[in-house]
Structure formats: C-alpha cells, structure tokens
C-alpha cells in the first residue's frame, strides 16, 4: 500500500484544514488507518485512528472534538478534518495503515510522506 498526503498548510489559530491520505491498491479497506503527528524536536505522536469500516474511532486526548477522522474506501482515502486549530497543533502529519488501531508507531506497516500544518498565533 503506498500512501500520499495532502492538505496542509498555514492557518491561524481557531482555524481549520482537511487533511487527505490516498492510497494506491485495492487493499485499503483491509487496513485500519491511522494519523500521526511529529513536531520539531518532538517524537512522532498518535493523533487519531479509525477501523476499516469507519464505524469505530480514536483519538488522542488533545484533539477530542476538534478533529474528526473518516475514510471513503470506495476512494480509498482517510480524511482529517481539524478544526480550532493551535499552536500546538503545528507539526508534519502523517498517515499510516496497519492491522489494528493503536497509538504505536511500530504497529504501523505503511507510512505517507507527511504533510506539514503550521498553526500560528
């Protein structure tokens, strides 16, 4: 499965950006999707994930009910829409397909690019 990110970019606190990973192949309903997130100097963190039907998702605690994760699998592609955002938000954001969802970057088999939002203040 190969993964491409797109959609960041610069926004100003409180605003929003829709994150979207395309993947290539006929596979990507069989994989649960996660996204990840690496600030400067920070290691890679779990922001959200989401099953391979869409019908269960999960997010990391600082972005509860300011971002919402979903997938398509008829376009095999996983969004993340962000909104209110803040500074610290601000990191390059990946997307990761694997066999079960979980904040563990190691439990991740394919990784995109990453792409980069910059939340200022």
């Known amino acids: 499965v190969q993964l491409q990110a797109c959609g960041g970019g610069l926004v100003q606190a409180g605003g929003s950006l829709r994150l979207s990973c395309a993947a290539s192949?006929?596979?990507?309903?069989?994989?649960?999707m996660g996204w990840f997130r690496q600030a400067p100097g920070e290691e890679r963190e779990f922001v959200a994930g989401?099953?391979?039907?869409?019908?269960?998702?999960y997010y990391a605690d600082s972005v509860k009910g300011r971002f919402t994760i979903s997938r398509d699998n008829a376009k095999n592609t996983v969004y993340l829409q962000m909104n209110s955002l803040k500074p610290e938000d601000t990191g390059v954001y990946y997307c990761?397909?694997?066999?079960?969802?979980?904040?563990?970057?190691?439990?991740?088999?394919?990784w995109g690019q990453g792409t980069q939002v910059t939340v200022s203040s």
């Open positions: 989401i099953s391979r039907s869409g019908g269960s998702t």
């Open positions: 192949g006929r596979t990507f309903r069989l994989y649960v």
């Open positions: 990761a397909a694997g066999a079960r969802v979980t904040g563990s970057v190691g439990e991740y088999d394919y």
